[in-house]
């Protein structure tokens, strides 16, 4: 029995040790985001901070708004953080997602050609893009159901244009995230609808500049939301909330509003702490 005994108690220990190292990395969590969030350099900023607060990693998938609720309906990630609100809180009314909180916002702002050849500059986004269409200057567009794409859409619609019949050479869309977009602008001296954080950390500006800014429609909430556990058991509940807690927390909001691009601020931290 003696025997017996120690070789048990000799297994478990090896299986404890073994499983440690197992369970040290599994304290991480994945995070579908949108573009603006990684190619704005908020992520690297912010992370680092919270793994020395928790000791959780989290990694990021960056797409498109819509994709990373895709991503998250299908339960590869364990919360998500994008900014389109309607879509978001579909994504919840679905039961795909527990509670919806708002964490921060920033703009957008229409980037074109230093020189504005369809002589555009100024606040009013809506005379803009009519005035883009009726002179049929090169547009990107990111064509790829993020939330940035989103709101550009629903600035056309405002604006009176009916994308489906007014298309043409002088609209492109890419398919591709921010970063990508912006590339594809200056190479053709177009205009596009930038979130301004990635405007700001954007390397390779060219001949392009902020054209429309400041005006009312461009604002761009972002919200955080649990994946549902329920409808994906694989989801990390607690290690998912404690990144949410974290974002809304004081120190959270603090860390979000210290991120800065050339002495500018990128977002604004805006949590009330209640699910909406």
Known sequence: MTHRYAYALVVSL??????????AQDKSIVVASTTSTQDSGLFGYILPLFKAKTGIDVKVIAQGTGQALDTARRG???????????QEEKFVSEGQGVKRFDVMYNDFVL?????????????????????????????????????T???ELALWKQSGVDLETAKGPWYREIGQGMGAALNTAGAMNAYVVSDRGTWLSFKNPGDLAIVVEGDRRLFNQYGVILVNPEKHPTVKKDLG????DWLISPEGQAAIAAYQVNGEQLFFPNAEKKAS
Do not use: N
């Open 14 to 23: 090896l299986a404890a040790a073994l499983a440690t190292p197992v369970s």
């Open 76 to 86: 590869d990630a364990d919360v998500v953080f994008v900014h389109a609100k309607a």
């Open 111 to 147: 980037i074109g050609p230093k020189t504005d050849p369809a002589g555009v500059k100024g606040k009013d986004i809506v005379v803009a893009l009519k005035t883009i269409q009726e002179k049929a200057a090169p547009f990107v567009s990111r064509g790829d159901k993020s939330g």
């Open 149 to 151: 794409h989103s709101a």
């Open 241 to 244: 909330q404690s990144f949410i």
